[in-house]
């Protein structure tokens, strides 16, 4: 009797253990997986340049400067304005800014994993490199025809999509995702099944810890659905839109993985239902004999 009231307790506490890193788990792979991935990343951001409120954003903050430093006029400043919108909604244009999507995220994670001198992401948050668009700029502005074409200074600085509430602590756990994500996701597994093979009581076990993992699906649906913004915040200067649409693009992925976890914590519950009920036939049919 005391035997069988350890493995239930041992088997309850592996269980919870399993869970509790199982929660753990589903943010980890996503930044591992997926925002610490360049290409993910590039291909989730890269698109929202076909959203007229970004391409408002992005248009802006490459004139503005330009202006700033050529000292225009009010006159070449409205005609450098309406010909760098035109640029931006056009299909060269776009090619550039996934490419500085692309190589802005790559300067980003190098940065995190002190690789290189990449952009401070504690500091910086999510950026684009104005470098490259102010290049793919030019030759659009000379082809408009205005004056100024040959003298736009090189691009500096960068164009901020959105910043972190507390970026700091955010690029730390980007860090320990980045190393540890795999490990933790293993080990929840792990501890999950040991949880059910110690049991005394299999089927109920598995039960037990389907409907657990469903929890901790439903608390993670109703953290990522209850806020529009997630874990960003809105730039002084930006659309609040701006970072909607942005973190639409990066919690897709996480959507999906809330879902997978979801489906596996049902076909354990649904699994240990079959596995007591088929025990339980066993029995009964063994106590007839």
């Known amino acids: 009797m005391l035997q069988g009231m350890l493995r239930g307790l041992l088997s309850l506490l592996l269980i919870l253990a399993g869970l509790a890193l199982t929660f753990v788990s589903i943010p980890s792979v996503w930044v591992d997986r997926d925002l610490l991935d360049t290409e993910q990343h590039t291909a989730a ?4 340049i076909e959203e007229p409120t970004v391409r408002d954003q992005v248009a802006d903050a490459i004139a503005t400067p330009i202006s700033q430093r050529l000292g225009l006029g009010s006159l070449l400043d409205r005609a450098l304005r309406e010909a760098t919108v035109r640029a ?16 802005s995220h790559q300067h980003a994670v190098e940065g995190l994993r002190d ?35 040959d003298r736009i200074p090189p691009g500096e600085g960068s164009i901020v999509l959105a910043r972190g509430p507390e970026v700091a602590r955010a690029a730390t756990v980007a860090r320990l995702a980045d190393e540890w994500a795999t490990p933790i996701a293993v080990a929840a597994g792990l501890l999950l099944l040991l949880g059910v093979v110690v049991a005394r009581r299999r089927g109920l076990a598995l039960v037990v810890a389907g409907l657990g993992v469903l929890a901790v699906a439903g608390v993670w649906w109703w953290g990522i659905s209850s806020d529009a913004n997630g874990v960003l915040s809105v730039v002084d200067d930006q659309p609040a839109s701006t970072t909607v649409l942005l973190w639409d693009a990066l919690s897709d992925p996480l959507h999906d993985l809330v879902r997978s976890v979801a489906l596996g914590g049902g076909v354990m519950a649904a699994a240990g239902v079959v596995l007591a009920v088929v025990g339980g036939v066993r029995g009964q049919r063994t106590a007839d004999r």
């Open 45 to 48: 951001v890269a698109p929202l």
């Open 88 to 103: 931006v909604e056009t299909d060269a244009f776009a090619r550039a800014w996934t490419d500085a999507v692309r190589l």
């Open 115 to 149: 690789e290189g001198t990449g952009v401070n992401f504690a500091e910086d948050g999510v950026v684009v490199d104005r470098a490259a668009l102010v290049e793919a700029l030019r030759p659009r502005l000379a082809e408009a025809g205005l004056p100024f074409a």
